[in-house]
């Protein structure tokens, strides 16, 4: 039987709401609510670098603002660390996980050896230099065994899943992106590890979030397998590009949405449900046209979602 729905919004504390992140903070939520489920908040400040002070408080001040209210207490990734500490350990006595001792520019030095040289705007394929061991050098990151086999230059097997929107999609992450770092050598869990471990930890049945982040499902459903954890449903959302058609992100410098008033909170609402093809503008049939206020508002939007994207089964690959 299908788990109830559990659905999650899960923001970096690295600044406040943008367009683009209310946009995926509305889809999830109106999934939730219009398949019934939960919606949950996570708040993923395990990057600490990169957090900023008093942005998730922040966060949870514009959610509230914009009438985006979770059903349970959110949860925050950095009081998490036993959690990824016990998962990356199994994935180690598995022998799915290895420590790695390699630089930057000793990867690069690695790769330039076996005629591919590296670009700097390109992300390496670690190379899988420390699969066999660390030849003397101390342990800096640890990383998953992209190919689960152990042979060296072996190629996995391509990674299938399923999106609602972007419908099928594979990847091979041994030849997309390698053995990726599960735990950085700054000693910072890995948004991968994390994410996996806290949606099969909350119970999330359904993952909706950006389409910037459909690159890293492939790696997440192998670190899936590999923990023995459900793999949910995913929806990747349509991305707010910025005037020049590129990404709209907090690293591109997005401005934070206005949620103050609740006209200011209704207008945010309504930019997003339009990304989200939501007939916000022509809609006379409910109470949206005439919503003064979130609350007002976000039933009617519940009730296009419904239509527009049928609740699909949750849990796709229960181990
Ligand atoms: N924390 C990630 C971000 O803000 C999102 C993670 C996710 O939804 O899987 O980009």
Known sequence: MAAAYVGRFAPSPTGLLHAGSVVAALASWLDARAAGGQWLVRIEDIDTLRCVPGAAQGILTQLGQLGLWPDKTPWWQSQRSAHYEAALAKLV???????????????????????????????????????????????????????????????????????????????????????????????????????????????????????????????????????????PAYLHTPLVLAADGQKLSKQTGATPVCTDTPQAALEALKGAARVLGLEVDRDTSSTMAGAQTPADWLPGAVGQWRTRWPTMPGIVNTP
Request: hydrophobic share 35%.
């Open 93 to 231: 006595e598995q022998g799915q996980a290895y420590p790695c001792g390699c630089t930057r520019q000793g990867i690069a030095k690695a790769l330039a050896a076996r005629g591919e040289p590296t670009q700097r705007s390109t992300e390496r394929v670690y190379p899988g230099t420390c699969r066999q061991g660390l030849q003397g050098k101390p342990a800096r990151a640890w990383r998953l065994r992209s190919d689960g086999d152990a042979s060296p230059g072996q190629t996995g097997q391509a990674i299938h899943w399923s999106d609602r929107r972007l419908g099928a999609q594979q990847q091979d992450v041994a030849r997309a992106v390698g053995d990726f770092v599960l735990k950085r050598a700054d000693g910072l869990w890995a948004y991968q590890l994390a994410v996996v471990v806290d949606d099969a930890a909350q119970g999330v049945t359904h993952v909706v979030r950006g389409e910037d982040l459909a690159d890293n499902t492939a790696r997440q459903v192998l670190l899936q397998r590999g923990l023995a954890l459900p793999t």
